[in-house]
């Protein structure tokens, strides 16, 4: 929330009127998170899968209507959030994922590294996707072994942090300067950011954060897709505020808001309205969402 509200605010404002909040964001936060997502993407096709191969006999018919609702959904969104992710999920999960099931794994591991290491010499960006998609969905065939949480989170740190520094010194140097140091720094990051708080599920903190963390996660594509109207509306606020504090203050409260509503929702329903719609389209059918014992 706070990357998308930043990169809205941006696209009005000159370099000369970016201060330390802008590049704390751009250096923290920005291409740092949906490396993340497209990773639990490629994951989350392994579990429909799945689920879908208990269900019907024809797996792949129902995960292309999914993919397809998705990219409808994408495309509507794209009207108003240009350079927004879900279409570009779809059609890489249709043209990538959809053909790499069939493929010895072996070689879906080769395919993965070698298309994310080419993204991220060429920069970075969308390009990092397809990629990423490929690694999630072969975690989650072959999960790594436990211990090498801790390590794998330590040395992502200190690359993170070692080319985020990079970066820095090099960026306004026209000889020194290559974007793939950039996208380095991004998947550095965000497998730090994913390792560090798979490790604080593991202590006492496991409680309390998956009472905020999981009904916005449950009801991600909803929460998502609402954020972006709230986004829009106070785009002349946020483009006014110097102190660039508004789009922060105004990611916090829009988060606040969403995690009481849906746990409220969820207390009620199986899943999130977009998520019910969603899943209805995908399976044609009028999927049961009320919880038995909920009152309307």
Do not use: C
Not at 50 to 55: C, E, G, N, T, V
Not at 163 to 188: C, E, Q
């Amino acid at each position: 929330m706070v990357v998308n509200t930043w990169q809205h605010t941006r696209d009005h404002l000159k370099e000369s009127d970016r201060n330390t909040v802008d590049w704390a964001i751009d250096n923290l936060l920005q291409s740092r998170f949906y490396p993340i997502f497209s990773f639990l993407f490629g994951l989350s096709f392994v579990l429909f899968l799945r689920s879908a191969a208990a269900r019907t006999g024809h797996p792949w018919a129902v995960l292309l209507r999914r993919l397809a609702v998705l990219a409808a959904l994408g495309a509507v969104h794209q009207l108003f959030n240009p350079g927004e992710v879900l279409l570009p999920y779809a059609i890489f999960g249709a043209l990538v994922l959809l053909p790499a099931w069939f493929f010895p794994r072996p070689g879906v591991a080769v395919m993965g590294v070698a298309l994310t290491a080419w993204a991220v010499y060429q920069g970075g960006g969308i390009i990092l996707v397809p990629g990423l998609f490929l690694l999630g969905m072969l975690l989650m065939e072959r999960p790594p072994p436990g211990w090498l949480l801790p390590p794998a989170f330590v040395a992502s740190a200190v690359l993170g942090v070692t080319l985020t520094w990079l970066w820095i010194r090099i960026a306004k140097d026209p000889d020194l300067f290559h974007s793939s140091v950039y996208a380095g720094a991004g998947l550095a990051a965000a497998t730090a950011y994913g390792t560090g708080m798979l490790l604080l599920l593991r202590t006492r903190l496991r409680d309390p954060l998956l009472a905020v963390l999981a009904p916005l996660g449950r009801m991600a594509l909803t929460n998502y897709l609402v954020s972006t109207p709230v986004i829009l509306l106070f785009v002349p606020l946020l483009v006014a505020d110097t102190t660039r504090l508004a789009g922060v203050a105004l990611s916090a409260v829009t988060l606040v808001l969403q995690v009481l509503f849906s746990r409220a929702w969820l207390a009620r329903f199986r899943y999130g309205p977009l998520e019910w719609a969603w899943r209805s389209l995908t399976w044609m059918e009028r999927v049961p969402n009320r919880r038995i014992g909920s009152h309307p």
